[in-house]
């Protein structure tokens, strides 16, 4: 198996290119905090990654045990500081900025998705308790998750309400001066583990009426203990997937769990949509980890598997043939072009002048980074023929692993409908020429290019005003991803 290694020269290439000129960022420091991560990844979290897939997770007496070493390589995570990189240095974070702690994602996904999938919510849910939070709950929350002490999860999914969440059916009641939780999540990513000391589950819940559909919903922080007694929060029972095995998706019953409401009562999908949206990012930075490490395996194999002859006779590898040669292109080119996107989406999160655009940029980069992972692990099954199928190099596992981002944290047709609905007219539309324009930037002598955007626009402006946009909004998806991964290619290879 092709050991992993951090492709940190092509991360910070396409940093410098696209988002070299933010105020503020230190690319040189950004490159050197990546840098000790991906020691930390290379060396230990990537060791664990086929093991863990082959151990799996397993439910004994109601709790959720990880496979071998994840518990000490959590540790690691947790006193190395790692998992407060973003958080202020107030709560015992680093403070860093968006675009490092993509760098470091990316490398995570790539070493071990299954572990950073238990991982990788503590970020956007100190970003929920720091922008809905009271006070009171950032000061005893926050600490804990920084520290490495608690994980979170994200209690959203049920039975018949998947996407749609004005189905939700959970509900909570007042208690005095909290509130009880009564109901069952289905599909929760790390809803149980003993690498931590505790677990802050964000719970959606409903406290209106049924017929309020989302309105009737509120946000909760549900802790897995208070006061050192176990919540009344348990694991009924965990998924069989096809990959990701080390990462547990549970399935949870809340039986009157005591629960503090954080927000606006009746907002809670307000306030759970801070967590999405930064989750949805950090898929698509996944879907980009698996598109790289698929390259890596399969050009590593192609160098070095002797296959047939040239045409003077002599012996060629297999990476001597044109169309193994278009696969690993195609791959290539895929990894770099939603990586590219993922770092102009970041960016201009951190410029925060254009809010509608960063909410258009977002379910792209979430489309087109989850697709490119899935079809570079494709190409990859395919590159390595028979031994590409087999367990052997690692390929089909990241094919596994890589096949779920188009389905979680939304599934990809309804992030596309969203791009041509509320995509293409928040703020008055306002996403469409500042679309544009970043295209235009990014290859300004491009002729071609400025002509492709133009037709874009006409096509965007007449799905906006459209009554019914649903026929279309794939295909829009996809010309949108191809338009934008174009400009990028063109500023990376300037």
């Known amino acids: ?211 309020d559909g989302v309105k009737g919903l509120s946000l909760f922080l549900c802790p897995s203990e208070i006061d050192g007694i176990r919540n009344s929060v348990s694991v009924t029972r965990i998924e069989e997937k096809l990959g990701l095995h080390a990462s547990p998706t549970c399935q949870m019953e809340f039986d009157g769990a005591r629960a503090e409401l954080i927000g606006v009562e009746g907002r809670g999908l307000a306030a759970m949509f801070t967590m999405m949206n930064h989750a949805r990012l950090d898929v698509a930075l996944q879907g980009v980890a698996h598109a790289a490490r698929a390259h890596a395996i ?49 960016a201009q999160i951190e410029r925060g002048d254009c809010p509608a655009l960063v909410e258009f940029l977002t379910p792209l980069c979430k489309i087109h980074g989850s697709e490119a992972g899935i079809r570079s692990a494709d190409l990859g099954i395919q590159i390595l023929g028979g031994y590409g199928y087999l367990e052997e190099y690692g390929m089909s596992q990241v094919w596994r692993d890589a096949r779920i981002t188009a389905i979680y944290e939304g599934a990809n047709g309804i992030h596309a409908l969203t791009l041509a609905t509320r995509g293409l007219r928040l703020d008055g539309g306002a996403a469409i020429p500042a679309f544009v324009d970043l295209v235009v930037r990014l290859a300004p002598d491009d002729a071609e290019l400025a002509g492709r955007a133009q037709q874009w626009q006409a096509t965007a402006l007449e799905i906006a005003q459209a009554g019914d946009a649903r026929a279309r909004a794939d295909q829009f998806a996809h010309d949108s991803a191809t338009l934008l991964s174009r400009a990028v290619l063109l500023r990376l290879d300037a």
């Open 298 to 346: 399969a050009a590593a194999y192609a160098a070095d598997r002797q296959q047939g002859r040239m045409p003077d006779g002599s012996p060629a590898a297999l990476s001597d043939h044109p169309d193994v040669q278009r696969m690993l292109a195609e791959q290539r080119t895929l990894a770099r072009g939603a990586r590219g996107m993922c770092h102009l989406a970041l």
């Open 1 to 211: 198996m092709t050991p992993f290694q951090a492709p940190l020269d092509d991360i910070f290439h396409s940093l410098r290119s696209l988002a070299g000129d933010l105020p503020g960022w230190d690319a040189d420091l950004s490159e050197e905090i990546a840098r000790h991560f991906a020691s930390l990844a290379e060396g230990v979290l990537a060791p664990l990654n086929a093991t863990g897939d082959q151990q799996g997770c397993r439910l004994e007496n109601g709790r959720v045990r990880m496979p071998a070493g994840f518990s000490d390589a959590f540790a690691r995570l947790g006193e190395d500081g790692w998992q407060g990189l973003t958080a202020p240095e107030a709560f015992g974070g680093q403070d860093m900025d968006h675009l490092t702690a993509a760098a470091l994602s990316e490398i995570f996904s790539g070493a071990n998705h299954a572990l950073q999938m238990v991982t990788g919510l503590v970020p956007g849910t100190v970003s929920t308790l720091l922008a809905h939070g009271t006070t009171d709950q950032q000061a005893r929350f926050i600490p804990r998750l920084v520290a490495g002490e608690w994980l979170s999860s994200m209690a959203l999914t049920e039975a018949g309400a998947g996407s749609d969440l004005s189905q939700i059916r959970t509900r909570a009641r007042p208690d005095g001066e909290s509130w009880r939780i009564d109901g069952q999540k289905i599909f929760i990513s790390g809803g149980d583990q003993d690498i931590s000391r505790g677990i802050l589950h964000l719970v959606l819940a409903r406290t209106g009426k049924p017929e």
